[in-house]
């Protein structure tokens, strides 16, 4: 038996149809964005007095810590939120990319400047088993402190990090370099890392970015790496 609709019901059940899809799409949209906006960053506390580390002044720390680390936390939240409220169907590339570039900058600063001043302290050295690590991959301590001190005198004047991280892909440690927020080594997680952006140094030391270099070498606190390392090197 054949079923016979009229033109009105065809359109009236094609209306319900498209209205249908329509309401999903945008509950699926609202959805996505009320998930993309879970994601809110807090600032970790100084993990040392800033008035007690050698050869550093604490208005240098303070001002290092409170605009730069905790402005790039600020910056990563505004632009999480505005990432939670993009409709990336109709956005153009252009928006996408500034974006999501700028998430990855704000991350990157987040998380390298966590571990630059959870490697400040007391100029300790690091434990027997990553002493051990930077003997194998560096021939020797002294070395790795030359390469690590050079690569730093190296970026002075510029930007950028040096960054000791273990190589997930090879299973060594490396000497990353780095000359912004979005060059850091696939693969690689920081254990200890040296800030040569100007605000870092410029307050105390004015361009002569060297003897800042070698001032923080000598007030590297190995603690933190030594716990990273453990962590990394057994996953």
Known sequence: MTIRIGRRQFLAASAAAGAALNASAASAENDAAVLRKGGVNTPLPLPFDPAKIKGLS???LISHYENNYIGAIKRLNAIGQELAALNFDKAPGFQINGLKREELIATNSMILHEVYFAGL???SKPGA???QA???DFGGFARWRSEFLG???ALGGGSGWVILAYDKHGKRL??????DHTQNMAGGDPLLVLDMFEHAYQMDFGAKAADYVKVVMEAFSWSNADRLYAK???T
């Open 121 to 123: 302290g007391d100029g």
């Open 232 to 234: 990394y090197s057994k």
């Open 58 to 60: 604490e208005k240098l």
């Open 174 to 179: 490396v000497n990353s370099w780095a000359n």
């Open 129 to 131: 088993d990553l002493a």
């Open 134 to 136: 930077i003997d194998r």
């Open 151 to 153: 690569m730093g005198k």
